[in-house]
């Protein structure tokens, strides 16, 4: 299968072709070889799929359940809502996830969550990329001075993380891999956290883990362990290349020296963070100057509402510059990296960039949309002025998902209807 986009328009703004061969990108430049299909895409500019390092789709469903509530209510509402859910509403929810994140031009998105063969079958029918995991909750004990660690618990959450990661890693064509997530310092025990670390270094996968998100997280951490998150994670050897800490909001300059020493990624999560109220921004000047590896992602919809990463990319670069008191940190360029070639990097994919040699995960847009002209900088209209309905056609391995912003994949109208029907017996 080979496909050649024609005359497309590249961030840089010059014009070129772009070759794709079994589902990676062959040549760039002037192309006049045949290939099976074309697309013509002159008057669109063409970007690497943007990457979501940091999301749990099904949660499409608790769109708007929880609003402009205290984190505490917000969580008690949420996880009451969690509790009744059902495999049927985990693949409705994870549907209409991946039909928003192909419509705002996200190729790739790595989720940890529950029932995640609800998950991965929907991944495997939309076409998208992920990295999925089954998301590890064994009650840990962040709260009290001495740890008591359910066993039981414990090991059967590792069983059915791993038991995922056998079932499912590779597949797809190979577009799913899978990950290791404890979820938290807060709601994993130390060994379970251990344990996850041992298993991610067993099958050389992704370990996903919410860090440093709140300040309280923070607290009680040092309450409990004498110690910050980053330091606490270091003594738990968990810290390493494998690792994608989410949000990374309240770290000191030293954990984030620390975590860039043991090349960890962080994935920041700007709207969700800026929501539920969180008080700050992650250190993202100082994790470039330690050379960290920065991605984005969007967490679920019940704290941002939207899956869009332009939105992302737009809120990211906003809260840095006005927390900051300086313009000039966050620039449109390395919000856009993070967004793309800093989320290949954190998930292990060689994605995230126009290349010979990547995979074709490629996003066209139309540039000619009346909020994208005059393109004195593409770069900018991207991260600052851009939204999903200028996304015109999506390309995953290689392969049209949608075209003409027609989702080819999917059946949009069925898909939106039967999520509107299960999220019906959920609420707050
Ligand atoms: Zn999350």
């Not at 499912?168 to 990950?179: D, E, Q, V």
Request: proline share 3%.
């Amino acid at each position: 299968m080979s496909l050649l986009i024609k005359n497309a328009t590249l961030a840089s703004g010059k014009n070129a072709d772009v070759l794709i061969e079994g589902g990676s990108i062959s040549k760039i430049g002037a192309v006049s070889s045949r290939a099976d299909e074309k697309i013509d895409a002159t008057g669109k500019i063409i970007i690497p799929g943007m990457i979501n390092t940091h999301t749990h789709a099904a949660m499409t469903l608790f769109r708007g359940i929880a609003e402009d509530m205290e984190l505490k209510g917000w969580l008690a509402a949420v996880r009451k809502a969690e509790i009744l859910v059902t495999p049927p509403q985990i693949r409705a929810g994870s549907d209409l996830a991946a039909l928003e994140m192909i419509k705002s031009g996200t190729t790739c998105f790595s989720d940890m969550y529950f029932h995640m063969d609800e998950v991965a079958a929907s991944v495997q029918d939309s076409g998208m990329r992920a990295v999925l995991g089954y998301s590890m909750v064994d009650g840990g004990n962040a709260r009290g001075t001495r740890e008591s660690v359910n066993e039981k618990k414990m090991g059967s959450e590792l069983s059915i993380a791993e038991q995922f990661v056998k079932d499912w890693h590779g597949k797809a064509g190979g577009r799913i891999t899978c990950s290791i997530p404890p979820h938290s310092i807060y709601l994993c025990s130390s060994p379970l956290i251990a344990k996850a670390a041992e298993l991610s270094k067993k099958y050389s996968c992704v370990l996903h883990m919410h860090l440093s998100e709140t300040r309280k997280e923070v607290f009680d951490c040092l309450e409990k362990t004498g110690a910050r998150p980053a330091y606490y994670l270091d003594s738990l050897g968990v810290l390493s290349q494998r690792l994608v800490a989410a949000h990374a909001v309240w770290l000191t300059k030293e954990e984030v020296k620390l975590l860039a020493s043991k090349k960890v990624s962080a994935s920041l999560n700007p709207v969700s963070n800026m929501k539920l109220a969180g008080g700050s921004a992650a250190p993202m000047p100082e994790m470039g100057q330690s050379g960290m590896n920065i991605s984005l992602g969007t967490d679920g919809s019940a704290s941002n509402n939207s899956l869009s990463m332009f939105e992302t990319m737009k809120f990211c670069a906003l809260l840095q510059k006005n927390s900051r008191w300086n313009a000039t940190v966050a620039s449109a360029e390395s919000v856009f990296s993070a967004a793309t070639v800093g989320g290949a990097r954190a998930l292990g994919i060689n994605s995230g960039e126009i290349a010979e040699g990547k995979l074709a995960d490629l996003v066209l847009l139309d540039k000619k949309a009346a909020n994208l002209v005059p393109a004195h900088s593409i770069l900018a209209n991207l991260v600052y002025s851009s939204h999903a309905g200028n996304v015109t056609d999506v390309i995953i391995d290689g392969k049209i998902v949608m075209q003409e912003r027609k989702v080819l994949t999917m059946d949009e109208e069925k898909v939106v209807q039967r999520a509107q029907k299960e999220a019906e017996g959920l609420s707050a």
